[in-house]
């Protein structure tokens, strides 16, 4: 598609859609191996084809192609590929067997860096530090993580559950480019990347790696200094990692740092690969913050923070395709996070024009038409769905029908979807039950979706069967939001009940009630947020 297509930048949109999500999924107590084991519940089916089987194994294998690529190896990817092909054709192999096949190939020890990649969990977070009395960068001490830290002073290398990891790494100075591999995470090597007096450094260039970065704070305001030099996946990545790791270590400093970043870019910065995780950690939070005073600090701030580049995209259709997605996600983060005004014109858009709106831009058009439009426009939606048969379009009225802010919209659609001859369609249910949890938050009401669930459990099972797709999605979905110990034990004690002790629908749900918790009552008190938002 790269060759093919250079203007669709593809690489750049892989970071957003397929790396980030991965990095985000793999930091969790529910991740897994790609290398899966075979004791898998029959509940826990649906789950397999999730981000960390296809979006990380996917990193982890473009990680793979660049080392080779970068690292004059006798082949190139494609050429290993070609020849293990060849060499096991008709044959049976083991999951080692192409690992092996490309370390003969290439001369590489890729069979141990493979090995590790396939069966360990997580990945590695690089600490970068620069010595005050010399120019260079080193690789710090840190305290012990579950994942891998750079730690013991100098540069040695450790981890607390005793990991290793062969690590690519591309970094990148305001001197030049140097291509590197860390070749064993417990051998303690002591790393320097020597550089001028005031030049900044940015780690994992391009982000071709599969780890994060955490820069000291004296690093991180050079590089917030110097992010007009920066490409535009390296940007990206700097973002991405800096909300992670404030929200996953309780940092209020780092977190703080990452909005200042953001607002360092949004005067600046039209690139939807930059804009898309700034978006994307701004509706995280705004979803989750539950102290009053604070998230109507954070959705203002929000709002500031968006409103140049919807300003400078408005409504117009975009052309480029790149220009059209971040147009509709700003929109459409915008509507989330209450900016004036756009609620009223998606309204007069939609009735000045009907069904004949720019592709890329009825979605969030119909979002904003039904948002306020109350059972009126929910009526008008459904008539659209029924008539409709082209899937993404039947995908927008739903996501539309989905975003009302009535209650009683929300249950009838609730209603309708889990009907026996119900018009919804069963590949759909996903997507709606999705919307429909944060619409359930938007009008302060969590517990809906999940009430819903309880009442008509039965009609549910009965309909789809407990290992469905559609069950696993509306049981993690219902509990999105939910916080607090007495909604939690709500939520285990029915999970108990019903038979899901245990399984990974289990702990993904309960595991997205902990982090909410955690992130309030670390960075969602007042003290806290005086600290991060600005």
């Given at each position: 598609m790269d060759a093919i297509f250079p203007r669709y930048r593809i690489w750049n949109q892989f970071l957003v859609r397929e790396l980030q999500p991965a990095l985000e999924a793999d930091s969790l107590s529910t991740t897994h191996p790609l290398n899966l084991q075979s004791d898998i519940s029959y509940q826990d089916m649906p789950l397999l084809l999730d981000e960390i089987t296809l979006r990380k194994g996917a990193s982890v294998m473009r990680q793979l192609t660049l080392y080779m690529e970068n690292s004059k190896s006798h082949s190139?990817?494609?050429?290993?590929?070609?020849?293990?092909?060849?060499?096991?054709?008709?044959?049976?192999?083991?999951?080692?067997?192409?690992?092996?096949?490309?370390?003969?190939?290439?001369?590489?020890?890729?069979?141990?860096m493979m090995r590790q990649w396939s069966w360990q969990i997580g990945f590695p977070i690089i600490y970068v530090d620069s010595l005050p009395d010399q120019p260079r960068f080193v690789?710090?001490?840190?305290?012990?993580?579950?994942?891998?830290?750079?730690?013991?002073?100098?540069?040695?290398?450790?981890?607390?559950?005793?990991?290793?990891?062969?690590?690519?790494?591309?970094?990148?100075?305001?001197?030049?480019?140097?291509?590197?591999?860390?070749?064993?995470?417990?051998?303690?090597?002591?790393?320097?990347?020597?550089?001028?007096?005031?030049a900044w450094l940015k780690l994992n260039n391009a982000q071709v790696g599969y780890f994060r970065t955490k820069y000291n704070s004296e690093l991180t305001r050079t590089l917030t200094e110097s992010v007009r030099q920066l490409d535009v996946s390296d940007t990206s990545g700097l973002v991405d990692d800096l909300f992670a790791l404030g929200v996953q270590r309780d940092s209020a400093k780092v977190l703080r740092q990452a909005m200042e970043l953001s607002h360092a870019i949004r005067k600046?910065?039209?690139?939807?690969?930059?804009?898309?995780?700034?978006?994307?950690?701004?509706?995280?939070?705004?979803?989750?913050?539950?102290?009053?005073?604070?998230?109507?600090?954070?959705?203002?701030?929000?709002?500031?923070?968006?409103?140049?580049?919807?300003?400078?995209?408005?409504?117009?259709?975009q052309w480029h395709h790149e220009k059209a997605m971040l147009q509709a996600q700003a929109l459409a983060a915008g509507l989330e996070f209450g900016f004036p005004g756009l609620a009223e014109t998606a309204n007069r858009i939609a009735s000045t024009h009907g069904a004949h709106l720019p592709a890329s831009l009825s979605e969030v058009i119909y979002r904003g038409y039904t948002m306020e439009g109350g059972m009126a426009a929910f009526r008008h939606m459904i008539a659209l769905y029924k008539n409709e048969h082209v899937p993404s379009q039947e995908e927008e009225y739903i996501n539309a029908m989905a975003s009302s802010k009535d209650?009683?919209?929300?249950?009838?659609?609730l209603m309708i979807a889990v009907a026996k001859d119900g018009p919804i369609k069963t590949q759909h249910l996903a997507s709606l039950f999705s919307r429909v949890a944060i619409s359930c938050k938007l009008i302060n009401d969590p517990m809906l979706l999940w009430k819903f669930l309880q009442d008509h459990w039965d009609q549910l099972e009965g309909k789809y069967g407990t290992s469905s797709r559609q069950a696993?999605?509306?049981?993690?979905?219902?509990?999105?939001y939910l916080q607090g110990e007495d909604q939690y034990m709500q939520v285990a004690e029915w999970l108990d009940q019903n038979g899901f002790q245990g399984t990974r629908v289990a702990k993904w749900a309960l595991l997205n009630m902990r982090i909410n918790s955690h992130f309030n009552q670390y960075l969602g008190n007042k003290k806290a947020c005086l600290q991060w938002i600005n």
């Open positions: 190139t990817f494609q050429q290993a590929i070609r020849m293990y092909l060849q060499r096991n054709m008709f044959g049976t192999i083991s999951a080692l067997t192409i690992w092996n096949a490309m370390q003969q190939s290439t001369g590489l020890p890729i069979n141990r690789l710090p001490k840190q305290h012990p993580s579950f994942f891998l830290l750079y730690s013991a002073g100098g540069g040695n290398f450790n981890s607390s559950a005793g990991l290793g990891w062969s690590i690519p790494i591309l970094a990148q100075t305001s001197e030049g480019k140097r291509w590197f591999r860390v070749q064993h995470a417990l051998r303690g090597e002591s790393m320097s990347l020597p550089a001028g007096p005031r600046s910065e039209t690139d939807y690969v930059v804009w898309a995780p700034i978006l994307k950690h701004l509706r995280w939070m705004a979803l989750r913050l539950e102290e009053p005073n604070c998230h109507k600090k954070l959705l203002k701030t929000a709002q500031n923070i968006i409103e140049p580049i919807i300003a400078m995209l408005g409504w117009t259709p209650p009683g919209v929300l249950h009838e659609l696993v999605h509306l049981i993690i979905h219902a509990g999105q």
